[in-house]
């Protein structure tokens, strides 16, 4: 049997040598390690939380919250140093990267420009990612179609399941070109509409993904883009089940984010999938632990998923008698954030080579 003394000076142990040793992470990697054992599964903090149960009842709450406020303010502190860090690298490499143009003769500029015109390029972050998923998904057994960009209203509407007027259609503020009649061909809002051409061929059964680039009328933010890239996937098949779908995630998660990450799924809504989920991930930066990015919650949403719904199937010429099949659909920019902590997905777009020589 523990008591709440025992607790307290058990937390002030704690809390002395998580600073102690914080103070010596002098990089990013070393901070994450230290953040892992001091605030992961098998920290001391975690041990002492377990141990409550050993605990008078009367004492078990002042105990909990103890251990709760310790926990929160190494948390703050993490991420106090962590920012510091990163700034501190941003600052570094803005010296070593500056190049004055005005202080090299000509023949040296010259030098410079052949040397910089000779040194390979990469593909870009979105592109990579983009490539990864890819790569992950065939290996699963899937195969990539493409889709226009340009699409009607029946396409990214209204074969799945939204009809004109449908209050469901302001989940996406779209852009129309002015094009046949008013409000009938527009810039495809997800990737969606890519699963209705796939489904009208008839060709099934289907196991495919769908990447690519959509549009909203979103204004750009730190988690928002107009112009943006999404991968949708799309099963059809005889006695296809949700059990199904919740598999294919989970293999797909710890096949893309690597062994010990998971996927779990919350109820939401989609028009075109009943019942519908969101998915999310185990948190790639803290692998679960609980950091900012995730907002101590160890989970991040990563996009939706659900059963195709039977009237997609009818819109679609499939009879949902004998197939059912489920979709999934989620951001690659959103995903290449995560995993890089980039605070502001607009750097996605700058063109700023500091930032995209770092991937
Ligand atoms: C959809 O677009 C659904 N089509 C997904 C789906 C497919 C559900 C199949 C069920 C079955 P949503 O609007 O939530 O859902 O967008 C999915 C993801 O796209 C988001 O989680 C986010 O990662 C990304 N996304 C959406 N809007 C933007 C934006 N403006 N900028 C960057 N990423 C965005």
């Known amino acids: 049997m523990t008591d709440i003394q025992t607790i307290r000076s058990a937390l002030e142990d704690v809390r002395f040598d998580a600073e102690r040793r914080l103070g010596g992470a002098s990089d990013l990697d070393a901070l994450g390690e230290v953040e892992r054992s001091i605030l992961g599964k098998r920290s001391v903090l975690a041990g002492l939380g377990a141990s409550l149960k050993d605990l008078d009842p009367s004492e078990r709450a002042e105990a909990g919250r103890a251990i709760q406020q310790a926990r ?12 510091d860090l990163e700034k501190r690298d941003a600052e570094r490499r803005l010296v070593e990267e500056r190049l004055d143009l005005t202080e090299i003769s000509c023949a040296a500029r010259r030098l410079a420009l052949h040397a ?6 990469h593909l870009h972050l979105v592109t990579q990612t983009r490539d990864e998923l890819e790569d992950t998904f065939i290996s699963m057994g899937f195969d990539v179609v493409e889709g226009p960009e340009v699409e009607t209203d029946w396409y990214n509407f209204e074969a799945l399941n939204m009809p004109p007027d449908h209050p469901a259609r302001g989940m996406w503020d779209t852009l129309y070109l002015r094009l046949g009649a008013p409000e009938t061909v527009l810039l495809r809002t997800h990737t969606s509409p890519v699963q209705v051409r796939l489904m009208s061929k008839g060709e099934l059964p289907i196991y495919s993904v769908m990447p690519g680039r959509c549009y909203r009328r979103d204004t750009p933010d730190a988690r ?3 112009v943006f890239h999404q991968i949708e996937g799309l099963v059809v098949d005889e006695g296809i089940t949700f059990g199904d779908m919740a598999g294919v995630i989970e293999v797909f998660t710890e096949a893309f984010f690597g062994k ?3 996927s779990r799924l919350r109820p939401s809504f989609f028009p075109f999938t009943e019942p519908s989920a969101e998915f999310e991930v185990t948190c790639p930066i803290c692998a679960g632990v609980g950091c900012r990015t995730c907002s101590g919650s160890g989970w991040i949403e990563l996009g939706g ?11 679609t010429g499939i009879d949902p008698e004998r197939y059912s099949g489920f979709a999934f659909g989620f951001g690659i920019d959103r995903l290449a954030q995560v995993r890089t902590s980039l605070p502001d997905m607009r750097a996605l777009l700058d063109n700023d080579v500091r930032f995209v020589s770092q991937f």
């Open 72 to 83: 929160q303010a190494l948390v703050e502190l993490v991420g106090e140093l962590r920012r």
């Open 116 to 121: 910089s015109s000779r040194s390979a390029g």
């Open 224 to 226: 928002h883009l107009p």
């Open 260 to 262: 010990g990450m998971h």
């Open 305 to 315: 998923c659900g059963m195709v719904d039977p009237n997609v199937f009818v819109a």
